[in-house]
């Protein structure tokens, strides 16, 4: 019978990457984010890249899925809508007002001029890299790639 893992060896903070700019990357990265919260996990979302894109305003209503999924974008949103799932820009929204810490990256605002008044969320910080690496390499984290 395997041992049950002391409270302090467990994981309590996901961290998660979010770098893909479809329908089908952004519900998985904020259903992981509002459930760990959820669960009392400390939960960070670092967007880069095509992930920027459920970030900046005016451009989550546009997503797509992405071709390997096999649905067009109207067949999709009627799935997550018969399946009563909120819209992403919804959910990001109850990300963040569950705690969860929205990251910018700051070298892709960089590459493709975005300031945060751009930023859908108001309480986003920007940050680079070398945070994320911080945030990743804590042993206490799971740390994921979407």
């Not at 799935?79 to 969860?100: F, R, W």
Request: aromatic residues 6%; charged residues 20%; glycine residues 8%.
């Amino acid at each position: 019978m395997q041992e049950a893992v002391e409270r302090s060896e467990m994981k309590n903070k996901l961290v998660l990457v979010v770098s893909k700019g479809t329908m089908d990357a952004a519900y998985p990265a904020l259903i992981l984010a509002t459930t760990a919260a959820a669960q009392g996990m400390e939960v960070f979302m670092y967007f880069t890249f095509g992930g920027m894109k459920l970030l900046t305003k005016g451009q989550a209503e546009t997503l797509e899925p992405s071709k390997d999924i096999g649905l067009s974008t109207e067949q999709l949103k009627g799935l997550i809508s018969k399946g009563g799932m909120p819209s992403v820009d919804q959910m990001l929204q109850m990300a963040s007002e569950s705690g969860v810490h929205i990251n910018a990256c700051s070298p892709t605002m960089k590459l493709f001029g975005t300031t945060k008044e751009n930023l859908t969320i108001p309480n986003a910080d920007v940050v680079g890299a070398a945070t994320f690496l911080e945030w990743a390499s804590d042993p206490s984290a799971i740390t994921l790639f979407i």
